[in-house]
């Protein structure tokens, strides 16, 4: 693996921690500063949080208020914008406090995740419901349906789950392993709400702990300074609130995924492909790891043959695990014909999206059929990530596979018509592990985990159906363009106005301490 560049400020800091100077500057305030943004998050999810409609907690005189008065939601929004927010800048002013990325600086990071994680570890989902989904889905495995023919409308009273109503006839799009999670989650629970929320929680906290476990050791194969590269993903406030607040199952995902790459570096590739499979059972994405993984049993000097020879064996054993499980659950491979999730088309801010809807609107002022023609633009993305896959696999140089991944992935993402900020998070990990540089790389993922904690604040919001107002769909667009303002400001002040963050978004002549295997 490539190793970094010296540098000379890395090497005085270095002198510096050898002759007892610290190697971290106090870093109370922005611990505190994270702890306080987190609890504003948790009591404004109160307020704006999703809950279950047959949730307990509606009847308590404190949700009450701050669900259906004007001045307990309007609370509500300020306390997330402002909490979101503060974490972001908690999260940039602690990378600030570091002198050395030494063990000093792993043991921050982590007082960072478990102080910051903790809070919403009780908040009421925030930003998304799907963990209201997973719960339908695992009712589903209950009483005895198909999860993979069957949307969760095949149940009794099942709008008092809390699902997104897009859910309401899509099969489930995970693999064979979260369908047994879901199961065991709502067998254990009876279909509780808020007791299930926690048990999905405690299963994003695996993922979790698997990432804080394994970017440190991927990073140290590439020369990467793993306590970096942890802060970088795991005290990210998109990791954070993407898999503790939002209870995305992508959280386990990405673990498993991670530490089967590591595994398959360190010649334990048996290992590696049963947990990045386990990965695939939970969402089918990382299967797009196979290919890099054969190339790693392959070895180095591997010609086309053995290549060829290694992709089959790599593929066999996944596909082999996969039909044990199949062939144990009884569902098959439904999560097949699921691959094409509920939920928007197209998204403004990716852009493939904006090219497509910008095509469909021109289209239909000349009459056209706008929909068929921004439907060519979103297939021409799909088919153009697959070109780059395809070259990241067959082109590049051995040590580099796992940067190759990262760019491969990103293709992915990056041209598909939406963008969640969940698919932000799968990337960090990747990229943080095989190097971003502290320049315009590293200035370039500020911006994005702004961008989406912004957009995350105002994007969903549960404003109560009986708050009391004559224009429900007019109060929720006010609060939505609340939280926006109160986010974006904050955000406008860490990029031009805040003394200590400024910097961090402006070019400077400060050397170059990593460098990303590209």
């Not at 180095?300 to 020879?309: N, T, V």
């Not at 197209?346 to 910008?358: K, N």
Request: proline fraction near 5%; charge should be neutral; glycine fraction near 10%.
């Amino acid at each position: 693996m490539t190793a970094p560049l010296p540098a000379t400020r890395e090497m005085a800091d270095a002198a510096t921690a050898a002759a007892g100077g610290a190697q971290v500057d106090d870093p109370r305030s922005p611990l505190i500063a994270g702890f306080v943004g987190s609890m504003f998050m948790l009591i404004g999810s109160l307020g704006v949080g999703w809950l279950a409609p047959v949730s307990e907690l509606r009847r308590m005189p404190l949700f009450i208020w701050m669900r259906t008065e004007a001045i307990g939601v309007a609370l509500s929004i300020v306390l997330l914008a402002v909490g979101g927010m503060l974490l972001v800048r908690a999260w940039l002013r602690l990378g600030q406090k570091v002198r050395v990325w030494g063990d000093q600086a792993r043991n921050v990071t982590l007082m960072a995740v478990v102080s910051w994680g903790l809070p919403m570890m009780f908040s009421v989902p925030l930003f998304s419901r799907d963990v209201y989904a997973y719960i339908g889905q695992g009712r589903l495995m209950v009483e005895g349906f198909n999860p993979y023919e069957n949307g969760i409308s095949a149940l009794s009273n099942y709008f008092q789950l809390g699902a997104d109503k897009m859910w309401t006839e899509a099969p489930v799009p995970y693999g064979q392993l979260f369908l047994w999670i879901e199961q065991f989650v709502v067998w254990v629970t009876d279909v509780q709400p808020e007791a299930s929320v926690m048990l999905f929680r405690l299963v994003a906290l695996a993922g979790i702990l698997l990432c804080v476990i394994y970017v440190p050791k991927l990073a140290e194969l590439h020369g990467v300074n793993p306590h970096r590269a942890l802060w970088l993903t795991a005290a990210n406030p998109l990791f954070l609130t993407n898999f503790i607040a939002s209870v995305h199952n992508d959280a386990l995902m990405i673990g498993l995924a991670l530490a089967g790459l590591y595994y398959s570096a360190t010649r334990r590739v048996v290992r590696g492909v049963v947990l990045v499979t386990l990965s695939i059972a939970v969402k089918p994405i990382t299967i797009l790891f196979l290919p890099f993984i054969g190339l790693l049993w392959a070895g180095r000097d591997a010609g086309w043959a053995r290549k060829f020879a290694f992709w089959a064996m790599t593929g066999g054993l996944s596909l082999g695990i996969l039909i044990l499980m199949s062939l144990v659950n009884g569902f098959g491979f439904g999560w097949i014909n699921g691959l094409s999730a509920p939920g928007s088309i197209s998204i403004w801010y990716a852009p493939v999206g904006l090219i497509g809807m910008v095509v469909a609107s021109l289209a239909n002022a000349f009459g056209l059929e706008g929909s068929v023609l921004a439907g060519w633009v979103f297939d021409a993305g799909k088919l153009l990530a697959l070109g780059v896959v395809a070259w990241q696999i067959f082109r590049g140089d051995y040590d580099r596979l796992m940067r190759r991944l990262s760019l491969g992935l990103a293709a992915v993402v990056l041209l598909a018509p939406i963008i969640q900020s969940w698919y932000v998070v799968w990337l960090i990990p990747l990229f943080a592990v095989t190097g971003i540089r502290n320049d315009w790389q590293v200035k370039a993922l500020y911006f994005v985990v702004s961008f989406f904690m912004i957009y995350a604040i105002s994007d969903q919001l549960e404003v109560f159906p009986y708050l009391l107002t004559d224009d429900l769909g007019f109060a929720l667009a006010m609060a939505r363009v609340a939280a926006a303002v109160t986010g974006l400001l904050f955000g406008l002040y860490l990029i031009f106005w805040d003394p200590q963050t400024r910097s961090l978004f402006r070019k400077t002549d400060e050397t170059v301490v990593e460098r990303p295997v590209i």
